[in-house]
């Protein structure tokens, strides 16, 4: 096991890189054969990164972490895009054969908690924001079993596979918000806080609840706050819902 506070760059005898560079973060290296890219100006922020082997992951130009831990199994794949934020607290976890992806512009407040399970998939498209103590996970957890058969029906790697967790480009997720495998939102949608969400949403829509349903269609949200004109969002994000 390797253990790094700050590099810039490094490589060792068991074919683990690091390309680019850190302070204020531990890494630690418990396999071999994995790959830890860094972008420009990334700030750490007293975050820890458990990586095990022959694993990819790829953190792009100008990303905040403040105090999160981050922890890749063997075989997992992890990128996220240029100028993202993830605030104190947070979990991410990507276990052997699972990956996630995240697109440029993501925030995240305080308390998170993004996993993927073996095999399966967790996808946010750009300029995502989600509030505090969102819990995001793309299967079970633990292995369910038809008493009758015998027969695992929830965790095989067939079934595994076909587990994901799509979130479109600019879609907004509320505090206390769970989000549970089998779910696609579509771009520029809300989701409300509190929600339970496992389904598929479409693009510019409130859905909200437990389990979240479709509350209005055809809004499209800001970042900021009072504007009063909706030319201040970006057309991509502005469209008549698909239903």
Request: hydrophobic share 35%; with cysteine.
């Amino acid at each position: 096991m390797t253990k790094l506070t700050e590099c810039t760059g490094y490589s060792d005898e068991k074919g683990n890189r690091i390309i680019g560079s850190f302070q204020h973060c531990e890494v630690i290296f418990s396999g071999s054969n994995s790959t830890l890219k860094i972008g420009d100006d990334f700030n750490a922020g007293q975050m820890k990164i458990a990586i095990g082997s022959n694993c990819n992951i790829d953190i792009g130009n100008n990303v905040t972490t403040r105090g999160s831990f981050w922890n890749f199994y063997d075989n997992a794949s992890c990128s996220i895009g240029d100028n993202c934020r993830f605030r104190d607290g947070g979990f991410l976890s990507i276990a052997p054969f699972a990956k996630i992806n995240i697109g440029s512009g993501f925030t995240v407040e305080f308390d998170y908690t993004v996993i993927a399970l073996p095999y399966s998939e967790i996808r946010f498209g750009e300029d995502c924001m989600v509030s505090r103590r969102v819990s995001v996970q793309s299967n079970d957890g633990h292995d369910i079993f038809d008493v009758k058969t015998g027969q695992n029906i929830n965790a095989t790697v067939e079934l595994s596979k076909l587990k994901k967790v799509i979130i479109g480009n600019h879609v907004w997720i509320g505090q206390d918000a769970t989000v549970l495998y089998n779910t696609d939102i579509g771009d520029g949608s809300i989701i409300g806080a509190k929600s339970l969400v496992k389904n598929k949403f479409p693009n510019n829509c409130i859905a909200g609840g437990n389990p979240a349903k479709i509350i209005k269609t055809d809004v499209a949200w800001s970042r900021n706050y009072g504007d009063t004109d909706i030319s201040v969002i970006d057309d991509r994000y502005v469209r008549l819902t698909d239903l």
